[in-house]
């Protein structure tokens, strides 16, 4: 995985976030390797989490009246 571009602070960031640093491929490949390190459950929230996310994205982009 490429180094991190989210600084290093005491906060706790959201799957957004880990998308915007790292972008949608990388969070892909870290769920299938949470599932082949036998993490099931935990790629299965991520996964989720991301799903949904995606979801919102769409569903956001789709309610923005065009531009007259």
Do not use: N, W
């Not at 906060?11 to 915007?20: G, W």
């Not at 459950?41 to 982009?61: G, T």
């Amino acid at each position: 995985m490429a180094a991190s571009t989210i600084p290093a602070t005491a906060h706790r960031y959201s799957l957004r976030d880990v998308v915007a640093a790292y972008g949608p491929d990388a969070v892909s490949t870290r769920i299938t390797a949470l599932r082949a390190a036998g993490c099931h459950r935990v790629a299965q929230v991520i996964e989720r989490e991301f799903d949904q996310l995606e979801l919102s994205e769409k569903a956001a982009a789709q309610a923005i009246p065009p531009v007259r």
